[in-house]
């Protein structure tokens, strides 16, 4: 087990699941804290690296397209506050965390897991019911109804139109914005068949506005929600998995070699190291 745990959260990867859990403290972002606990399983991931700072660094995860409703809604475009797969590490915890990152990937080497898009989520769709305020509005999403209701914040447009109902089968999509420069956050509904010229968000009955970046809540789980339960398009069929070559063999020889290292330095316990070599002995043999 390769695991970190610090004040923003904490990371734990057992070789065929990372288990993401966030921080406990006042400063948790509203996203993180409503979505939980994530298990990650190992062919969901795409990749992962650790960025070392002035002050510490962060552990960055990269899942592969089509594996998570909420990778795919946020486009990359999360701040790292809310961001799930964005873990923020103290200096004094910079080797764990690049411990960590080098299990995983060894761990995909290994099992030479496709990075390609997937036909069917693989990380655990958000639960519903589920609902966030921002800016303009609350967003209500049950499984089979979208509701819009306006705060004081809204519009005139939006206040005379009341709140809105949009049954998930009417919906074509769902996109969400953060707020940047400005430009207004946005978790916006495309409805089937509706035509008619763009509007401004803040006007948008379809849509929920806010122009403070942290004001974004839980939008974006909403929009996950609401996009994992959507028809999804076919993906393009992957690529046939190379045949496992003699790299995989010395990417293992190669960690062992290391982890000896780390035994003998004192970083790893005696009982660490042989739960770890244990690991890498034994995907040697199945690979």
Same mark, same amino acid.
């Given at each position: 087990?390769?695991?970190?745990?610090?004040?923003? +959260?904490?990371?734990?990867?057992?070789?065929?699941?990372?288990?993401?859990? !966030?921080?406990?403290?006042?400063?948790?972002?509203?996203?993180?804290?409503? @979505?939980? #606990?994530?298990?990650?399983?190992? *062919? %969901?991931?795409?990749?992962?690296? $650790?960025?070392?700072?002035?002050?510490?660094?962060?552990?960055?995860?990269?899942?592969?397209?089509?594996?998570?409703?909420? =990778?795919?809604?946020?486009? +990359?475009?999360?701040?790292?506050?809310?961001?799930?797969?964005?873990?923020?590490?103290?200096?004094?915890?910079?080797?764990?965390?690049?411990?960590?990152? #080098?299990?995983?990937?060894?761990?995909?080497?290994?099992?030479?897991? !496709?990075?390609? %898009?997937?036909?069917?989520?693989?990380?655990?769709?958000?639960?519903?019911?589920?609902?966030?305020?921002? +800016?303009?509005?609350?967003?209500? $999403?049950?499984?089979?109804?979208?509701?819009?209701?306006?705060?004081? $914040?809204?519009?005139?447009?939006?206040?005379?139109?009341?709140?809105?109902?949009?049954?998930? =089968? #009417?919906?074509?999509?769902? *996109?969400? &914005?953060?707020?940047?420069?400005?430009?207004?956050?946005?978790?916006? $509904? &495309?409805?089937?068949?509706?035509?008619?010229?763009?509007?401004?968000?803040?006007?948008?009955?379809?849509?929920?506005?806010? =122009?403070?970046?942290?004001?974004? +809540?839980?939008?974006?789980?909403?929009? %996950?929600?609401? /996009?994992? &339960?959507?028809?999804?398009?076919?993906?393009?069929?992957?690529?046939?998995?190379?045949?496992?070559? #003699?790299?995989?063999?010395?990417?293992? /020889?190669?960690?062992?070699?290391? @982890?000896?290292?780390?035994?003998?330095?004192?970083?790893?316990? *005696?009982?660490?190291? %042989?739960?770890?070599?244990?690991?890498?002995?034994?995907?040697?043999? *199945?690979?």
């Amino acid at each position: 087990m390769a695991e970190i745990a610090v004040p923003d +959260g904490s990371w734990a990867f057992d070789g065929e699941v990372l288990r993401i859990v !966030p921080g406990s403290g006042k400063d948790v972002h509203d996203l993180r804290r409503t @979505l939980g #606990d994530v298990r990650v399983p190992l *062919e %969901a991931i795409a990749g992962v690296t $650790f960025e070392p700072s002035r002050k510490g660094g962060h552990l960055r995860l990269r899942l592969r397209k089509g594996a998570d409703a909420l =990778s795919d809604v946020v486009a +990359g475009a999360l701040g790292p506050p809310a961001d799930p797969y964005r873990l923020t590490v103290p200096k004094d915890r910079a080797g764990a965390a690049e411990y960590l990152a #080098d299990e995983i990937l060894d761990t995909l080497r290994v099992y030479q897991t !496709p990075s390609g %898009a997937c036909d069917d989520y693989l990380v655990p769709i958000p639960q519903v019911p589920v609902s966030a305020t921002a +800016g303009d509005g609350t967003a209500i $999403f049950d499984g089979e109804r979208v509701w819009l209701e306006w705060t004081v $914040f809204a519009t005139t447009d939006k206040e005379k139109a009341g709140p809105q109902e949009l049954p998930l =089968s #009417d919906l074509a999509g769902v *996109e969400w &914005r953060p707020q940047a420069a400005l430009n207004y956050g946005t978790l916006r $509904f &495309r409805v089937k068949g509706e035509a008619r010229p763009p509007q401004p968000p803040q006007k948008d009955v379809r849509c929920v506005a806010w =122009s403070i970046q942290r004001y974004g +809540g839980a939008t974006a789980l909403v929009a %996950a929600a609401v /996009l994992a &339960r959507l028809p999804r398009e076919a993906p393009e069929l992957p690529a046939a998995p190379a045949p496992v070559s #003699d790299d995989v063999h010395d990417a293992v /020889l190669r960690r062992l070699a290391e @982890l000896g290292e780390l035994h003998r330095s004192g970083v790893l316990t *005696e009982e660490e190291f %042989a739960a770890a070599k244990q690991a890498m002995i034994r995907r040697l043999q *199945e690979s």
